[in-house]
């Protein structure tokens, strides 16, 4: 898959009383980013759950801190699937101010049934866009 970006603004509201970024909002952002990405290849989540009892959860995360990112930043989330296998889909996510690189993570997702919360495979459907885009 080619890279999904995401741009958005840092608000007084994402900071802290310094006016840097409170260091959980960086997960925000990153879950913002992979639900436009999957927006983007024509999945709405809300009906992935109502009609193909699917949902998607972090299963682990490793996450790298290199710069602060201060009120009224412009940043872009670049999201890249790295890995996609049964049940799961692994992403490296970065999040940059123009050329300098933020914060890095590396995000496993696993593909859940709705009503059980126990794991499930992709829809293949869902598979048939992922591996294409990648």
Known sequence: MTDFEWPFRIYYEDTDSGGVVYHSNY???MERARTEWLRSLGFEQDELITQHQCLFAVHSM??????????????VVRSHVVNVSGASMEFEQKIFRDDELLCEAVVKIACLDA?????????SFMLTEIQGER
């Open 27 to 29: 997960l925000n952002f």
């Open 115 to 123: 009503n059980r919360f126990r794991p499930k495979s992709i829809p």
């Open 62 to 75: 490793q996450l790298n801190f290199r710069r602060p990112a201060k009120f009224n930043d412009a940043l």
